[in-house]
């Protein structure tokens, strides 16, 4: 009985509550179509303008009273157009002022064509030429559309904020309707959860048991999160360093054994002719110092591929395995499309050092004589897949734990949050596919042209 009579009190209340908002939402609805029609009027004053003006024109060019028709009926239907206007934005200060303003600049114009028909009735066209050649008529004309203009922009301002009232009516009328709903069901169901007890006390144990799991769940997906995350960062910080390492060999150690070429090689100059003998240890020291600057080189290549920040990621990939090709002797094809520029700074070096790895278990492991790899982005995110036709990876061995180079893969791609997939390929060899999601820079242009090698 308290179940019936508190529902049915809901319902009383949710009818008086629906029935205020249903007329606020009316009111809403005939306020944004009283805003429509006065842009539709606005517009039409404008018209009604521009065509008396065009007919007033066309009888002074022409002399054919057939034009004076148009401009008779415009002038006559300017002022109620006006007076409608006016009933329409009466209720908003600015759009007053401005149609006062509308109102006086068409007064004023239309008095500028009278006076213009006056001079061709009596001095001819030519009079009539020179008062409509002045810029007073064009400077009016002018004044009156920026009116118009700003009146439809500002009563354009108006239907939105109108609409956006009238969505949100709407929302509360299905918000309130659904709330009052929901209590009376509540309120009607009541009566049998109280003979239910004992499945209530159940229902509770099950949703303490839930509420654990949800909870043991969240915890255990925060601790992953946060793992990622500071594998992620430590990633970050031995690629930051290498970064340095690099950084510093080619500015300074660079520098310097520049400078000893330089210096050996004008000492070799100075003495190739007063002492040979010399001179041709000296271009051994210079065979030598060549082999170090090639050296460094390939260092600073290793530790942070300077490609890689010059001209970006597909550059890097295909670089690195037209040299890994070149170095394996192993056939290796490999495209990329779209913009696989990315904002984050780590995200380009950590597909770079996926792909490598990838290609160097291929070389040491696979036994494979080819190697197709592909790189793609799709929305937020970038694919990689790379492919042989070597011997293949077992179940056993994809989850084998001393797998480094894999566990290497998998957890540059984990860092980001990324899908890991290795698996056989359909004609034998093993295919790994990685998926980043790597944003694209906000000021980087859509879609770039695809690339193939």
């Not at 200060?93 to 064509?113: E, K, N």
């Not at 010399?278 to 082999?291: C, M």
Request: aromatic residues 6%.
């Amino acid at each position: 009985m308290i179940a019936y009579v508190v529902a049915l009190a809901l319902l009383l209340v949710s009818a008086v509550v629906d029935f205020r908002i249903t007329h606020e939402l009316e009111d809403s609805g005939r306020a944004v179509a009283r805003t429509i029609e006065a842009m539709e009027k606005i517009r039409q004053t404008g018209n009604v303008f521009y065509i008396a003006e065009s007919s007033q024109r066309g009888y002074v060019i022409t002399g054919k009273d057939g034009y004076l028709g148009p401009y008779q009926e415009m002038r006559q239907l300017i002022g109620p157009r006006l007076g409608e206007v006016g009933g329409l934005v009466s209720d908003t200060a600015p759009q007053r002022d401005a149609l006062a303003t509308l109102r006086s600049l068409v007064a004023q114009r239309f008095l500028q064509m009278d006076r213009t028909l006056a001079a061709y009735r009596s001095d001819g066209q030519a009079s009539a030429i020179n008062v409509i050649s002045t810029d007073e008529g064009l400077e009016t004309m002018e004044r009156a559309r920026a009116v118009i203009r700003s009146m439809l922009a500002e009563e354009s301002r108006l239907l939105d904020g109108r609409r956006a009232t009238e969505a949100r009516v709407a929302l509360r009328v299905r918000t309130e309707t659904l709330i009052a709903s929901a209590l009376v069901a509540l309120a009607l169901t009541a009566f049998f959860l109280f003979t239910r007890r004992y499945l209530r006390e159940r229902d509770i144990a099950l949703a303490d048991v839930q509420s654990s799991n949800v909870d043991l769940e969240q915890r255990v997906a925060r601790r992953t999160a946060e793992l990622s995350d500071l594998s992620r960062h430590l990633l970050n910080l031995r690629e930051d360093e290498k970064k340095r390492i690099a950084r510093d060999l080619h500015d300074e150690l660079g520098s310097y054994l520049t400078a000893i070429n330089m210096d050996v090689s004008r000492m070799r100059d100075k003495i190739s002719v007063t002492n040979p003998e010399l001179a041709e240890k000296l271009d051994r020291t210079l065979g030598l110092l060549n082999q170090a600057i090639n050296m460094k080189r390939r260092l600073i290549s290793e530790l942070r591929p300077s490609i890689l920040d010059n001209l970006g990621l597909g550059a890097a990939l295909e670089q690195y395995i037209d040299e890994w090709s070149g170095r394996t002797g192993i056939a290796a094809t490999f495209d990329y499309s779209g913009d696989l520029e990315v904002e984050e700074d780590g995200c380009p070096i950590s597909i770079f050092r996926v792909f490598q790895e990838a290609l160097d278990n291929v070389a040491g492991h696979s036994g494979a004589t080819a190697v197709y790899a592909h790189a793609r982005r799709v929305d937020d995110l970038i694919d990689l897949e790379i492919s042989d036709n070597g011997i293949g990876l077992s179940d056993e061995a994809r989850s084998k734990p001393g797998t480094h180079g894999l566990l290497g893969i998998r957890e540059r791609v984990l860092a980001y949050r990324g899908r890991l997939e290795i698996s056989r390929g359909p004609v034998g060899g093993a295919v790994i596919r990685a998926s980043f999601p790597c944003k694209t820079p906000r000021s980087s242009e859509a879609s770039a042209a695809s690339s193939t090698v």
